[in-house]
């Protein structure tokens, strides 16, 4: 069994106008069309069993329309997660439905949403997610590009679980893309109930780092994640398995099922 617990998918209408600026602005290429047909397929061709399928909401106006769609277009094997913007006003009515749909948690991005992970206004939204017994996952860290405020930076980040240490939290690209000193400073330290995911983090540390990062993490607190379709399931998981690390069941599945009580 193997569980990729960092994906994405796209409306044909988002994705023509995302990948182009993309691959123009921040210089990446797109391995995959964001539908979930091709997600489908990709997960079947590398042998992935589940995929943890994580909307993105910008807005607070944007996160029901994104939930209803991503909800509508799943396909078998998918796991869906909820978008969730911390300062919405029907936060809690958002929740319900979530997890009324089967909804394991939910997905922030402090950098696209412009929210520092500590601020005190989204309390609301860790108190709702403890409450009904949800997961967080979080863009953490940079992104390609070099801009003014990162938002949701390791430090930011470790302050947030010590005000919350019964929150249980994933932070992709193992907790700080492009920021892994930080990461090792402020949040290997930080609560047994924060984990991390390796979506993306191939394309900027090497074999070795890679390495040396999940063994000071710890294998019971990482996740496979590729961030598709950004990056292919099979590529990523070709990676992973490459590191010939001793507990690598734990990150492909045993840490997954875990926290999804599958």
């Keep these: 069994m193997i569980i990729d617990f960092h994906t994405h998918l796209y409306p044909e209408s988002v994705a023509a106008k995302v990948f182009p600026a993309a691959r123009k602005k921040l210089k990446v290429e797109v391995a995959g069309t964001g539908s979930p047909s091709d997600l489908g397929q990709r997960m079947r061709s590398a042998g992935v069993?589940?995929?943890?399928?994580?909307?993105?909401?910008?807005?607070?106006?944007?996160?029901?329309?994104?939930?209803?769609?991503?909800?509508?277009?799943?396909?078998?094997?998918?796991?869906?997660?909820?978008?969730?913007?911390?300062?919405?006003?029907?936060l809690e009515e958002e929740l319900d439905r979530l997890q009324a749909q089967g909804c394991r948690g939910v997905k922030m991005m402090p950098l696209l949403q412009e929210v520092f992970p500590d601020d005190p206004r989204s309390a609301r939204l860790y108190e709702g997610l403890i409450e009904r017994k949800m997961l967080l996952v979080t863009h953490a860290g940079k992104d390609p590009l070099e801009r003014e405020e990162v938002y949701g930076t390791p430090e930011h980040f470790a302050r947030m679980v010590e005000c919350y240490p019964e929150l249980r939290v994933v932070l992709a690209h193992l907790g700080g893309l492009r920021m892994w000193d930080e990461v090792q400073r402020h949040l290997l330290p930080a609560a047994r109930e924060v984990y991390f995911d390796t979506a993306y983090v191939s394309h900027y540390l090497s074999r070795g780092e890679m390495i040396d990062l999940i063994e000071e993490i710890g294998a019971d607190r990482v996740l496979f994640g590729t961030d598709y379709p950004w990056e292919d399931p099979g590529t990523g998981?070709?990676?992973?398995?490459?590191?010939?690390?001793?507990?690598?069941?734990?990150?492909?599945?045993?840490?997954?099922?875990?926290?999804?009580?599958?």
């Excluded at 329309?65 to 396909?75: F, K």
Aim: aromatic fraction near 6%; hydrophobic fraction near 50%; charged fraction near 20%.
């Design 49 to 90: 069993d589940r995929a943890v399928v994580l909307p993105l909401a910008k807005g607070t106006r944007d996160v029901s329309s994104v939930n209803r769609w991503t909800l509508s277009v799943l396909e078998e094997g998918m796991i869906p997660f909820g978008a969730v913007h911390p300062f919405m006003e029907d």
């Design 237 to 262: 998981l070709q990676i992973l398995r490459s590191l010939e690390l001793p507990k690598i069941d734990l990150l492909l599945y045993g840490n997954a099922a875990r926290l999804l009580s599958l």
